[in-house]
């Protein structure tokens, strides 16, 4: 039963970062990314906030999805949600401080939302990354490397 609950939490925090992220790009298409100016401008600097902001309410989201499970499943060990909330953030976080542990069966879902933790952070930091490198090539230099890969 915790191998299934955690698998199909991960699953869903997994496909609401697509989501996401697909939400992101089809914004970024919309406003064309391809900008045509200095090096760094205001329009980029939003483009990045926004990419930034948007992924850590994601995380949020997922840490209050995490938060939901563990009150539902574990509730008595963990007195309020706001505790469940914040020992879902130390988990997500691999934080680990040891000043909410859980005990009995349940724990084990606890490594599932570390490896899910890890994996969209990881997932965040690629598409931030892509993200920066898109804003930070303007058009002439992006045409000059296409053209180099070409040859």
């Not at 039963?1 to 996401?20: E, F, K, P, R």
């Not at 100016?37 to 997922?62: E, F, M, N």
């Not at 542990?101 to 690629?126: D, I, P, Q, Y």
């Amino acid at each position: 039963m915790i191998l299934v609950v955690g698998v199909l939490v991960v699953l869903l925090t997994v496909m609401l970062h697509a989501v996401m992220i697909a939400g992101l790009i089809a914004l970024f298409q919309r406003h064309d990314l391809r900008l045509k100016v200095r090096l760094w401008d205001t329009k980029r600097a939003l483009i990045l906030g926004l990419t930034a902001c948007s992924l850590t309410l994601k995380h949020a989201v997922d840490i209050l999805i995490w938060a939901a499970v563990f009150w539902f499943t574990v509730r008595d060990q963990l007195g309020d949600f706001e505790n469940a909330y914040y020992f879902s953030t130390v988990t997500y976080t691999t934080l680990g401080y040891g000043d909410v542990v859980l005990v009995g069966r349940w724990r084990l879902l606890c490594s599932f939302e570390a490896m899910s933790g890890m994996l969209l952070f990881g997932l965040s930091t690629a598409i931030l990354f892509a993200v920066v490198q898109r804003i930070w090539l303007d058009a002439p230099d992006r045409q000059r490397i296409e053209d180099a890969d070409n040859s």
